[in-house]
């Protein structure tokens, strides 16, 4: 295992990929360094979870979802301590750190704890196949093995844990590859887990950057992976390559549509939390608005009026509502999206000052944006956002839909039903009415992209699905009578089984009815003895 020792110069001993550390972004301090896990200490993690998983398969759901519940309980002694962390590695607002990151997580886990020991009970049914009606059929769910959960950095907590909690109530050991920027609240979460009688093996943390999520693909039985569309694939295609199965939850380019009769000033400061909180980087930010003609310009009134009033700053300091970015790169990304779509003829309808410091960038509120430039036609992940003026909600859904991506989307209207219909026509794994962005914490509701934004869903009982395979146990009781298809052909047999079609599926009652005496003889044909 390659170590990176706390007081090691960062970009020593390592072969390629960016250093695991706790880095301020509101200061630019290194606080803490990782060590890294390199292809040999992946593998071995993966053994020691392998061998540690039927141990933990074997206990009764209820006594796993006991350890997930402790867990609630060592999170909540330590919340506030998680909050500073996410805070001072990943920049966003403690106040906001501790309602979201630490919040959704202790509702998915409560959610979890009730919801899988019921969902993973075993339960027989008789087949509805009038061919198999002898069958006794149960569906059992079995945990895959060794799980990966591969994470970013923007709610460094509960996105691995939507889908590591799930996994370890059924039955799963995980392995966990955090971001390399956020390993600080991984080891928090790590040690909860540990107190509250998870054991060591079963749920392990191996740090690094792509290298050793490229090794860990290599190694489990699924991978989890939340993070950008281009990772994405490269995850998609080394599991193809081992046919093993993954989940992909991918990035989102989500439009808000502002409907003529919405509450304007609800939808106003709705989006505006919806972009700008955690910086903008949120993959369900609403990151394009479309708003119907005679309502734009009162529209992005309120809304520049919203924005101007945050005030950006330190996610350590209280009063902060927009935090740095988390790192230079990232904000250079966004820059350049902001550049192209300025030299494209945009206007700035908004921008607020920020502190020095190379994380920040300015809040920004765009208009008269070409539907062409990178704003509109990439993911923007940062506090970028363009308002477009559309001649109805017709305009508005088609340009909501003209993206590769379809995370989520949200409609704003004060006519709930309308804004269903609307919801319907949008390309978009989840929409929500007269809120936004909160689809991906809500823990009984399914999570999870259409187009180039994932595969699979995370949360509620689609997202326990995706932590097991399902195995079809079919019990045939009756063995003085041999199964109709089995051997023993001829005219006679031909007969039957034409009276058996007749009968199963005949157009007329009465031909059905005719059938019925040659397909008794053929269901209670005897074994015979060979
Ligand atoms: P990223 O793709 O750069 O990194 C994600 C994770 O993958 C990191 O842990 C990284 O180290 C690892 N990784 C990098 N290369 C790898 C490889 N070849 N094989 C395996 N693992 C590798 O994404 P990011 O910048 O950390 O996160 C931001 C992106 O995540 C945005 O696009 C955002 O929309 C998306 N996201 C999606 C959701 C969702 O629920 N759909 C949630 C949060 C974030």
């Given amino acids: 295992m390659t170590s990176l020792t706390a007081d090691a110069p960062a970009g020593s001993a390592i072969p390629a990929g960016r250093l695991p550390e706790s880095r301020d972004p509101a200061t630019g301090e290194v606080w803490k360094r990782y060590p890294v896990a390199d292809?040999?200490?992946?593998?071995?993690?993966?053994?020691?979870?392998?061998?540690?998983?039927?141990?933990?398969?074997?206990r009764p759901s209820l006594m796993r979802a006991e350890a997930i519940r402790r867990f609630t309980q060592k999170l909540m002694a330590r919340r506030e301590e998680a909050a500073l962390i996410v805070a001072r590695e990943n920049g966003k607002p403690v106040g906001e750190a501790l309602g979201v990151d630490v919040g959704v997580t202790l509702g998915l886990a409560d959610h979890f704890v009730a919801a899988a020991p019921r969902f993973l009970r075993a339960r027989?049914?008789?087949?509805?196949?009038?061919?198999?009606?002898?069958?006794?059929?149960?569906?059992?769910?079995?945990?895959?093995?060794v799980v990966g959960v591969i994470s970013p950095w923007n709610y460094p907590m509960f996105l691995p844990l939507s889908s590591a909690l799930p996994a370890l109530l059924c039955g799963n050991a995980v392995v966990n590859k955090?971001?390399?920027?956020?390993?600080?609240?991984?080891?928090?979460?790590?040690?909860c887990l540990h107190d509250a009688g998870v054991?060591?093996?079963?749920?392990?943390?191996?740090?690094?950057?792509?290298?050793?999520?490229?090794?860990?693909?290599?190694?489990?039985?699924?991978?989890?992976?939340?993070?950008?569309?281009?990772?994405?694939?490269?995850?998609?295609?080394?599991?193809?390559?081992?046919?093993?199965?993954?989940?992909?939850?991918?990035?989102?380019?989500?439009?808000?549509?502002?409907?003529?009769?919405?509450?304007?000033?609800?939808?106003?400061?709705?989006?505006?939390?919806?972009?700008?909180?955690?910086?903008?980087?949120?993959?369900?930010?609403?990151?394009?608005?479309?708003v119907e003609a005679s309502v734009y310009d009162e529209f992005l009134r309120l809304l520049t009026t919203a924005v101007a009033q945050l005030k950006v700053g330190p996610g350590t300091d209280d009063a902060t509502d927009v935090g740095p970015m988390i790192r230079p790169e990232q904000r250079a990304t966004i820059a350049a999206q902001h550049a192209d779509a300025m030299a494209r003829g945009a206007h700035e309808a908004l921008r607020l000052e920020t502190p020095a410091g190379d994380c920040y960038f300015p809040p920004t509120i765009l208009t008269d944006v070409p539907a062409d430039s990178r704003v509109m036609t990439e993911e923007t992940f940062g506090p970028l956002l363009p308002v477009t003026?559309?001649?109805?909600?017709?305009?508005?859904?088609?340009?909501?839909?003209?993206?590769?991506?379809?995370?989520?989307?949200?409609?704003?209207?004060?006519?709930?039903?309308?804004?269903?219909?609307?919801?319907?026509?949008?390309?978009?794994?989840?929409?929500?009415?007269?809120?936004a962005c909160t689809s991906a914490g809500i823990s009984d509701v399914p999570h999870g992209g259409f187009k180039a934004s994932g595969l699979g869903k995370v949360h509620g009982d689609l997202g326990l699905q995706e932590c097991v395979r399902t195995k079809a146990i079919a019990v045939d009781w009756f063995?003085?009578?041999?199964?109709?298809?089995?051997?023993?052909?001829g005219a006679e047999h031909r007969a039957e089984i034409d009276a058996f079609l007749r009968a199963a599926h005949g157009a007329s009652l009465t031909d059905r009815l005719r059938a019925l005496p040659r397909v008794l003889r053929l269901v209670f044909a005897p074994t015979r003895k060979v």
């Fill in 39 to 58: 292809e040999q200490a992946v593998r071995a993690a993966v053994s020691r979870a392998r061998a540690a998983q039927p141990d933990w398969a074997h």
């Fill in 124 to 145: 027989w049914r008789r087949s509805s196949m009038l061919a198999a009606w002898r069958k006794r059929v149960t569906l059992v769910k079995e945990p895959y093995g």
């Fill in 178 to 191: 955090p971001s390399e920027w956020t390993p600080g609240i991984a080891e928090l979460v790590k040690e």
């Fill in 199 to 290: 054991p060591p093996d079963v749920y392990q943390v191996v740090h690094g950057a792509g290298p050793t999520g490229a090794a860990l693909c290599e190694a489990v039985d699924k991978v989890f992976f939340t993070g950008s569309e281009a990772t994405g694939r490269k995850v998609a295609m080394a599991c193809a390559r081992r046919l093993i199965p993954c989940a992909l939850e991918l990035g989102g380019s989500d439009p808000a549509i502002v409907l003529a009769d919405a509450n304007l000033a609800h939808a106003a400061s709705g989006i505006a939390w919806a972009r700008f909180t955690n910086a903008g980087q949120t993959c369900v930010a609403a990151k394009r608005v479309f």
């Fill in 389 to 435: 003026k559309v001649r109805d909600v017709d305009e508005a859904i088609a340009r909501a839909n003209d993206t590769t991506q379809g995370l989520s989307a949200s409609v704003w209207t004060s006519d709930v039903t309308r804004g269903v219909a609307v919801a319907q026509r949008l390309h978009a794994g989840s929409v929500l009415i007269n809120d």
């Fill in 479 to 489: 063995q003085a009578w041999r199964q109709p298809w089995w051997f023993g052909y």
